[in-house]
C-alpha cells in the first residue's frame, strides 16, 4: 500500500507568508530542483507538522513556524492517497486552532480528526517540544529524510522494529528446542571418548592428520582466492572507471561553466570601468582638498600670526622696563672687559678676513644659483603672458554684464508699458474715417482714411478751413501720460546700457555670467602657473611674479666660478677661527667678569631681542601673507573651497559604491576557478583513460591464466578435507557447538529475524559496493559491512559512503513494510552531498528504481547533478 501526496498548500508557514500551493504530485518521481533559501526544506517540515503533530499543542516547535516578526497562524493542507482512497487534511495552529480530516468514512473534526489520521498512518500521538520525534512518526518518520538526517545510519524506531519483527518471526520459525538440545548432549557425551585423550583432551592421530590436511587445504584455496579476487576487483574497477570516464566526458561536452564564464567576463568589464571612473574622481577629490586645506593653512596661518604679533609686544614692553634699571650698573663691568676684547683684536681681523673670503665664494655660488631660478621664473611668466591673453575678451564680456538690478527694472517697466496699452486699448474711443479725407489734417498732419484710438486731445482740420477739436475724457488722459512715462523710462534704460531690448539685455547678462565663471577657472590656471617661491623670496601670484621678472632680467654671459675652491677658503677660516681660539683664552678671565655683571642683564637683552626678531618675523610673515593671491578676498574663496571639495567627496564616495558594486579580483578569481575546473576535469579525463588501460591490460593478462580452474580444484580439496575432519571430529565440534549455542541463544533469535532484512538490503549495497555483506544489530540498525572477509563498523565509513547506506537501508525497510501493506512513501531533502560521481549515478538509478514501487519526492539544489533524471518537474515559485 503505497501513500501518494497530490497536493500541498501552505499559508503563514515560515517564508511562505502569502497562500501558495504546490501542485501536480504524481506517484512515481517528483523533482524539486530549486536554490537555497526558496522553501524546500520549509516544504518537507510543513508536511511532517500537518500530520504528525497536533493542531492545539503550541510548544517551541509550531512557534517556530510562525515567519519572522508575525503573530499569525500557520495553516497547511494536504491532498493525499491511501491505498487508492483519497483524503483531504487541512490543519491550522496557535490562533483559532483547528484540524479537518476528509475522507471515504466522511468529514471529521478536532480530536477524532487527529485520531483516525494515526490509525491511517500508522504513527503514534507525543509530546514534541523543540523538534521532531522521529520515533513517533512510524514507517513515515525514517522514510521522509530531512537535511543532514541522511547523513548518518540510523536503526529504526521502536514502532517500526515491532513491525518489521511481527513480519519476520514467522518467516524465521523456531531454531532451538529442548529435545534437540538433550540429543546434541548426549551424542557429545558418547563420542568424547572415541576421538580424545582423556582429562588433557588431545586429539589422537587421525584427528590430528586431517586437521593438518585441512590447514594446507585452507592455505591453497586463500591464495588461489586472493588470486581470484584481485582479478574480480580489477573488473570491478574497470567498470567503475569506465562509468566515471562517461560521466566525465558528458560533463566537459555539456560545459555547464560557459554561461557563467561569460557572464563573469561581461561584469569584469563593468567592474573595470567602474574602477577607471573611481581613478578620475579620486584624482578631483584630492585636487580639491589640497585646495582647500591650502586656503585653510593661509587662514589659520594669519590668525596664529595675529596672536603672536601681540604676545611679542607685550614681552617686548616690559624686557625694555627692567633693562633700563639694570644698565648703569653694567657700564662699569663693560669698561674692564674692553681692555681685554682689545686683545683679541689682531685674532679676530684675520678671522674676519677669512671669513670674507669665504662669504664670498659662497656669495658667488649662491648668484649662480639664483639665475637658474630666475631662468625659471622667466618661463613661467611666459606661461602665465599667454593665459592672461585668454582673460581679455573675457574681461571685456563681463564688464558689459547687466545688473541684476537693471534687468528688474527693465522687466518692471516692459509690464508697466504692457499694463497701460492694455487699459487704453480697452478704455480708448475708437475714431474711424471712411472714404477720402481730401484737405482734412489729423494735428497737422494730412489725415489718412482708416481706424485710431482716441487718447489725448486731438485737432481735425477740415478742408474749409475749420477745426475740430477732439478731447477724451481726464481719466483716459491720465493713462496716455502714464503710459509716455513707462515708455520714457524704458527707453531711458535701455539706452543707457545700450540694449534695443529687455531679451538683449538678459543675454548680455548671461554671456557675462559664463565669461564670469570662465575667468575664475582661468585664475585657477595663472595662480597655479606662478606659485611662490621661497629660494627667491617670490609670493605666489601672476603680478608678484611679472614684478620680480622685471626687476629681474636674465643675466648674460658665463656663469663666473669663485676664485678658490670653496674647501679652501674653508680650511683658511678653521686656522683663523683656532688662532682667535686661542686669543680668546687669554682674555677669558676678563669676559667673566663682565660676564658677571651681565648676568643680570642678560635674560632680559635676550628676551628683548627675542621678542624683537619676533615681531620683525611675524611682520614678515603678516606682510607674506597679504601678498597672497587668495588673501584679499580669503573667505568668499575658502566657502567656494569648501563646497568644491564636498562636491568631489560626494562624487567620489559615489564612484566607490559603484566600484564596490563590482569586485574585480573575487571576478577574476572566479574566472580562474572555472579555468581550473575544466582543466581539473581535462586532466582527471587522462588520468581514467590510462587507468582503463592499465586496468584491461591485467584483465587479459591474468584472465588467461585460469585462475577460476585453480580456484575451484582447491576449493574441492578443501571441502574434501573438511568433509573428514567434520566427521572425524564431530563429537568435538558438537561440544563447541553446544557451546557457542548456550552463549548465543538470545543472538539465534535475534538473527533469524534480521536475516530477511539483510538479504533485502543486500541486493541494493551490492549495487554501490559489489561483494559487501551488510550486517544488521539487534535494534535491526546496520551495524557493518562484510568485505573480503573484514568487517568494517558503519562509524568507520567516509560520509559518503554512510550517507549512501543510510539512504540504501531505508529503500529496503520501505519494500518490506510496502509488501505488508503499510502506507508508504520516500521523500529525500538535499541526498548524496558527499557522493562522488560514479555512486551518484548508482544511487540515482536505485532512487528512480524506486519510484516504480512508491512515491518518491526529491527535494534538491543541484540542479547539475539531477538534471538529467527523468521525473515529474515540480517548481515551489
Known amino acids: 500500500m503505497s501513500l501518494l501526496i497530490r497536493r500541498i498548500a501552505l499559508e503563514n508557514f515560515r517564508k511562505f507568508r502569502a497562500p501558495h500551493e504546490i501542485a501536480g504530485l504524481t506517484g512515481g518521481l517528483n523533482i524539486v530542483i530549486e536554490p537555497n533559501e526558496t522553501g524546500k526544506s520549509t516544504l518537507l517540515e510543513a508536511v511532517r507538522a500537518a500530520l504528525f503533530l497536533k493542531h492545539s499543542s503550541t510548544t517551541k516547535l509550531i512557534r517556530r513556524f510562525q515567519p519572522i516578526g508575525d503573530n499569525v497562524a500557520p495553516q497547511v493542507s494536504l491532498d493525499f492517497e491511501v491505498s487508492g482512497a483519497s483524503w483531504s487534511l487541512t490543519k491550522k495552529f496557535i490562533k483559532s486552532a483547528s484540524v479537518e480530516l476528509a475522507g471515504p468514512t466522511g468529514r471529521q473534526q478536532g480530536e477524532a480528526a487527529e485520531q483516525a489520521l494515526q ?5 503514534e500521538a507525543g509530546q514534541q517540544g523543540t523538534g521532531f520525534d522521529k520515533a513517533l512518526h512510524g514507517a513515515l518518520g525514517m522514510l521522509w529524510v530531512a537535511q543532514t538526517d541522511g547523513l548518518h545510519v540510523e536503526a529504526p524506531g521502536s514502532s517500526v522494529r515491532d513491525l518489521i519483527g511481527a513480519t519476520l518471526e514467522g518467516e524465521a520459525g523456531a531454531l532451538v528446542g529442548g529435545a534437540a ?9 558418547a563420542q568424547y571418548s572415541a576421538y580424545f585423550t582423556g582429562k588433557s583432551g588431545a586429539p589422537t592421530q587421525r584427528l590430528l592428520a586431517a586437521q593438518k590436511r585441512v590447514s594446507a587445504a585452507a592455505e591453497t584455496l586463500a591464495e588461489a582466492e586472493r588470486r581470484e579476487g584481485l582479478l574480480e576487483t580489477a573488473f570491478t574497477d574497470l567498470d567503475a572507471a569506465r562509468r566515471q570516464l562517461a ?31 573611481l581613478a578620475t574622481h579620486k584624482a578631483e577629490a584630492a585636487a580639491a582638498s589640497a585646495r582647500l586645506g591650502g586656503l585653510e593653512d593661509l587662514s589659520n596661518r594669519h590668525v596664529a600670526a595675529l596672536e603672536r604679533q601681540a604676545t611679542a609686544q607685550a614681552r617686548q614692553v616690559a624686557a625694555r622696563t627692567e633693562l633700563a634699571r639694570l644698565t648703569e650698573g653694567l657700564a662699569a663691568a663693560r669698561t674692564h672687559a674692553e681692555d681685554a676684547r682689545n686683545t683679541l ?22 648668484t649662480n644659483r639664483r639665475r637658474t631660478q630666475i631662468a625659471a621664473a622667466h618661463e613661467r611668466l611666459a606661461q602665465v603672458v599667454a593665459l592672461e591673453a585668454e582673460r581679455a575678451p573675457l574681461d571685456a564680456s563681463v564688464k558689459h554684464a547687466v545688473p541684476g538690478h537693471v534687468l528688474e527694472d527693465l522687466a518692471a517697466a516692459e509690464r508697466e508699458v504692457v499694463r497701460h496699452r492694455t487699459l487704453l486699448e480697452a478704455d480708448g474711443t475708437r475714431v474711424e474715417l471712411l472714404g477720402s479725407g481730401d484737405g482734412m489734417t489729423k494735428d497737422g498732419v494730412p489725415l489718412e482714411p482708416g481706424e485710431w484710438t482716441l487718447t489725448r486731445e486731438t485737432r481735425i482740420g477740415l478742408s474749409g478751413g475749420g477745426e475740430l477739436v477732439l478731447r477724451p475724457s481726464q481719466a483716459l488722459a491720465g493713462a496716455q501720460a502714464a503710459l509716455d512715462a513707462a515708455e520714457a523710462r524704458r527707453a531711458a534704460l535701455l539706452g543707457q546700457w545700450q540694449v534695443t531690448s529687455l531679451a538683449e539685455a538678459q543675454a548680455r547678462s548671461d554671456t557675462a555670467r559664463e565669461a564670469a565663471r570662465a575667468l575664475e577657472t582661468l585664475a585657477a590656471r595663472i595662480l597655479a602657473a606662478a606659485p611662490a617661491d621661497r629660494d627667491l623670496d617670490l609670493a605666489a601670484g601672476a603680478e608678484t611674479l611679472r614684478a620680480f621678472v622685471a626687476a629681474h632680467p636674465l643675466a648674460t654671459g658665463e656663469t663666473e666660478a669663485p676664485a678658490r675652491p670653496l674647501s679652501e677658503l674653508e680650511a683658511d677660516q678653521d686656522h683663523a677661527d683656532t688662532a682667535f681660539v686661542r686669543a680668546d683664552a687669554h682674555a677669558r678671565q676678563a669676559e667673566d667678569d663682565a660676564r658677571e655683571a651681565e648676568k643680570a642683564q642678560t635674560p632680559l637683552a635676550i628676551e628683548e631681542a627675542a621678542a624683537a ?6 611682520a614678515e610673515e603678516l606682510a607674506l601673507l597679504a601678498a597672497h593671491a587668495d588673501f584679499a578676498d580669503l573667505t568668499a574663496t575658502l566657502g567656494a573651497a569648501r563646497e568644491t571639495a564636498a562636491k568631489a567627496s560626494v562624487a567620489l564616495q559615489q564612484a566607490e559604491t559603484n566600484a564596490r558594486a563590482f569586485d574585480e579580483t573575487a571576478l577574476t578569481r572566479r574566472l580562474d576557478t572555472l579555468a581550473a575546473r575544466r582543466r581539473a576535469a581535462e586532466e582527471s579525463r587522462g588520468e581514467l583513460q590510462t587507468r582503463i588501460a592499465r586496468l584491461e591490460a591485467q584483465v587479459e593478462s591474468d584472465g588467461g591464466k585460469g585462475l577460476a580452474e585453480h580456484a575451484a580444484a582447491a576449493r574441492e580439496e578443501d571441502e574434501a578435507a573438511r568433509a573428514a575432519l567434520i566427521r572425524i ?27 530477511p532484512v539483510a538479504v533485502r538490503a543486500a541486493r541494493h549495497v551490492g549495487r554501490i559496493l559489489p561483494g559487501a555483506e551488510p550486517a544488521f544489530g539487534d535494534d535491526l540498525g546496520l551495524s557493518a559491512i562484510r568485505r573480503a572477509g573484514v568487517e568494517e563498523a558503519c562509524e568507520q565509513l567516509s560520509k559518503g559512503t554512510q550517507e549512501q547506506l543510510a539512504i540504501l537501508t531505508r529503500l529496503a525497510f520501505a519494500d518490506m513494510l510496502l509488501e505488508e501493506g503499510r502506507p508508504v512513501s520516500l521523500i529525500l531533502d538535499d541526498p548524496l552531498v558527499y557522493s562522488d560521481d560514479v555512486r551518484l549515478d548508482a544511487m540515482t538509478d536505485l532512487i528512480v528504481e524506486a519510484s516504480e514501487r512508491m512515491q518518491v519526492i526529491l527535494l534538491t539544489c543541484r540542479e547539475r547533478a539531477f538534471r538529467h533524471v527523468e521525473g515529474n518537474r515540480v517548481r515551489l515559485i
Open 119 to 123: 490509525t491511517l498512518l500508522g504513527f
Open 613 to 618: 626678531s619676533d615681531l620683525t618675523r611675524v
Open 181 to 189: 538440545f538433550e540429543r546434541i548432549r548426549a551424542r557429545i557425551d
Open 345 to 366: 683684536a689682531t685674532a679676530l681681523t684675520e678671522r674676519e678676513a677669512a671669513r670674507t673670503a669665504l662669504a664670498l665664494a659662497r656669495a658667488q655660488e649662491a
Open 247 to 277: 560521466t566525465l566526458r558528458r560533463e566537459l561536452e555539456n560545459d555547464p561553466d560557459a554561461a557563467e564564464r561569460a557572464d563573469v567576463l561581461s561584469r569584469l568589464d563593468t567592474a573595470r570601468g567602474a574602477a577607471q571612473q
Open 729 to 755: 571430529e564431530e563429537e568435538a565440534e558438537t561440544l563447541k557447538l553446544l557451546r557457542e549455542t548456550l552463549a548465543e541463544a538470545q543472538a539465534e533469535t535475534a538473527r533469524s529475524i534480521t536475516g
